[in-house]
C-alpha cells in the first residue's frame, strides 16, 4: 500500500511541477521533430514573428508594397503569422505559377473573412467570388454566368447596351464642358447603370443625380474595405463569436443598403415569374433557375462589387497616366484620328486601336485594379518551390510586386505603353508576368466583358474631349498617391475640366 501511494506521489509531482512539465514538453517537441511525420519541408521564410501576434505589425498600411519589400529580403515566396493564422504570398512570376497552375487545385479554395455577413456553409450554396470551395455547384454557377453574361454571343448582344451608356456618358460631360468634374464617379455611373440594365432592366443612377454616385461608390468600397480591414476574428478564431471589432455588424449593415436598391423589383418579378416567362435579362435567368432571394441578392452584390470599382479605378488610372504623360496621349490621339472617322465609337472599332489597348495593358501592369488577388485557401498541405504551405494558409498573390519586377520588365516604374506594341502578352492568365485579371479557376469571370468595356469607355473619354487639370495645372505634377484596398484607387480623386473636341 505504502509503495502504491509512493507512485502515485511520484506521477503527480511529474504533472504539476512546472520545470518538470517544461522538460516534459520540449522532450516530446524533439521527439515530435524527429518522427518520420515531420519530415516536411519547412515553411517558407520571412520577417521574425513577435510572440502572441506574430507578423501583424509588419504588415503596415500599404501591405502591397511591405510585402514587395519583404519578398526583396526573404525571397518570392515568403510566410508570415498574423495570430494563429499563417499567411503565404508569392511575389514572382515563378511563384504565381506554382500557386496559380501548378498547384491550382490544392490551393483554390477561398479564404472567407470572419466580417463576411454569410457563414462558410451559406456562400457554399449562394456564392461565386466567395464560395469557399469549388463544389459541383459552384461550377455550374460559374457556368451559368459564363453562358449568360461573358460568353461571345452575350457579349455580342449587349454590345449596344454598352455602346448607349457610353454615349449617355459622353453627352453629359458635354453640357459639363469648362467645369471641373470628379472621372471617377462620372465613369461608375455609367459602368454601375450597365450592369443594372443587365441584371434588371434599370437604371439605378442618373448622371446628374448630384452625391447618389458618390454614395454608392463610397458604398461599395466600405463593403470591400471591410473584407479587407484587420480582424483579431481572423487572427484568433476563437473570437469569432463576439465580433470584437463589429466589423460583421456593419458589413451586414452595408450589405442591406445595396440589397435595398434592387429587391422590390426581385420581389415585383418573382410574382409576375411563370414558366414560360421570355428572360430579357440576368434576373429572369436566376428565376428560371430556380434561385432564391438570399442567393439572387448574394451575386448581384458580387457581381456589383467586382464589376463597377475595377473598371472605374483602372480608367481613372489610366487617364491619370495619359494627362501626365503628354507624348503617350499625343499618340493615342493620334490613332484614334486616324481609325476612327467619326464622332462616336462602336465597340466594334476597339480592335482597331492597338496603342490605346496597350495603354490599357500598361495601366494594368503598374496600377492592377486588385493589387493582391483575392486570398485563397489551402485545402490540404502542399510543397510550393521546395516550401511546405500547411492547410489552411492563406495565399496571397502579389500582382502589384509582380507587375514591377525588373526581372520580368524593364524600366519597370515608367509608364511604357510601347512595350505591349507586338507581344503576345495578353490578360486571360497564361502570362505570369502579368496577372490583372488572375489565372486558373479563380480567374475573374468578368474578364471577357472588362476587355470590351475598358478601351469602350476610355477610347470615348479620349476622342471625344480635350482634359486639362484646373487653374492650369502642371499635369507633371499630378498626385499618382495609391490608396490600398480590395481595389487600388487613386488616394486623390481625378478631377479635371472636359472640353469638347471639334
Known amino acids: 500500500m505504502d509503495q502504491t501511494q509512493t507512485a502515485l506521489t511520484r506521477v503527480v509531482y511529474l504533472f504539476t511541477h512546472p520545470f518538470l512539465l517544461l522538460v516534459l514538453f520540449i522532450f516530446i517537441i524533439i521527439k515530435h521533430f524527429n518522427s518520420p511525420s515531420s519530415k516536411r519541408q519547412p515553411l517558407p521564410p520571412g520577417p521574425k514573428a513577435w510572440p502572441i501576434v506574430g507578423n501583424l505589425l509588419h504588415i503596415g498600411k500599404m501591405p502591397h508594397i511591405s510585402m514587395t519589400q519583404y519578398a526583396k529580403a526573404h525571397g518570392p515566396l515568403i510566410s508570415l503569422r498574423l495570430g494563429t493564422r499563417v499567411l503565404i504570398v508569392g511575389s514572382s512570376p515563378m511563384a504565381a505559377v506554382e500557386i496559380l497552375k501548378t498547384n491550382d487545385r490544392l490551393l483554390s479554395a477561398r479564404c472567407v473573412p470572419k466580417a463576411s455577413p454569410y457563414q462558410s456553409q451559406v456562400l457554399e450554396r449562394i456564392a461565386l467570388v466567395w464560395a469557399p470551395q469549388c463544389t459541383d455547384g459552384w461550377k455550374s454557377l460559374r457556368a451559368l454566368c459564363r453562358t449568360e453574361l461573358f460568353s461571345a454571343k452575350a457579349l455580342e448582344s449587349q454590345a449596344s447596351l454598352r455602346e448607349k451608356k457610353v454615349a449617355q456618358m459622353v453627352k453629359f460631360l458635354e453640357t459639363r464642358q469648362g467645369k471641373l468634374i470628379n472621372v471617377g464617379e462620372v465613369v461608375f455611373t455609367t459602368v454601375f447603370n450597365t450592369l443594372s440594365s443587365l441584371f434588371f432592366s434599370k437604371d439605378f443612377i442618373g448622371l446628374e443625380d448630384k452625391g447618389v454616385a458618390s454614395g454608392l461608390k463610397n458604398l461599395i468600397w466600405k463593403i470591400m474595405e471591410l473584407a479587407i480591414t484587420p480582424n483579431i476574428a481572423d487572427f484568433y478564431p476563437i473570437l469569432a463569436g463576439l465580433d470584437p471589432q463589429g466589423l460583421r455588424r456593419k458589413s451586414l449593415k452595408c450589405g442591406q443598403e445595396m ?76 490613332e484614334l484620328d486616324r481609325e476612327i472617322n467619326k464622332d462616336w465609337i462602336d465597340e466594334s ?32 498541405n502542399c510543397e510550393v518551390m521546395n516550401y511546405t504551405i500547411p492547410k489552411d494558409s492563406q495565399i496571397l498573390v502579389n500582382v502589384w510586386a509582380i507587375g514591377r519586377d525588373s526581372s520580368a520588365w524593364e524600366d ?55 482634359w486639362s487639370l484646373e487653374n492650369g495645372v502642371d499635369p507633371a505634377e499630378l498626385n499618382m498617391t495609391e490608396k490600398f484596398g480590395i481595389t487600388l484607387q487613386k488616394e486623390h480623386p481625378l478631377l479635371i475640366v472636359p472640353k469638347r473636341k471639334l
Open 259 to 334: 440589397v435595398a436598391l434592387w429587391e422590390m423589383y426581385v420581389k415585383e418579378r418573382r410574382q409576375k415569374h411563370g414558366q414560360d416567362t421570355p428572360r430579357n435579362d440576368f434576373l429572369d435567368v436566376f428565376l428560371a433557375n430556380g434561385f432564391q432571394d438570399d442567393q439572387i441578392n448574394w451575386l448581384t452584390l458580387e457581381l456589383f462589387s467586382a464589376g463597377t470599382d475595377t473598371t472605374t479605378t483602372t480608367i481613372e488610372w489610366a487617364v491619370a497616366e495619359l494627362i501626365k504623360n503628354k507624348q503617350v496621349m499625343s499618340k493615342v490621339r493620334e
Open 412 to 466: 519597370p516604374l515608367l509608364f511604357k505603353p510601347e512595350r505591349f506594341l507586338g507581344s503576345s502578352l495578353d490578360l486571360k492568365g497564361r502570362d505570369f508576368e502579368f496577372l490583372p485579371f488572375g489565372s486558373g479557376r479563380r480567374i475573374c469571370p468578368g474578364l471577357p466583358m472588362a476587355t470590351r468595356q475598358l478601351p469602350l469607355i476610355l477610347s470615348s473619354l479620349i476622342h471625344c474631349f480635350d
Open 349 to 380: 472599332q476597339v480592335s482597331q486601336l492597338p496603342y490605346l489597348n496597350a495603354c490599357i495593358k500598361e495601366t494594368l501592369r503598374l496600377h492592377p485594379p486588385v493589387p493582391f488577388l483575392i486570398p485563397r485557401r489551402a485545402v490540404e
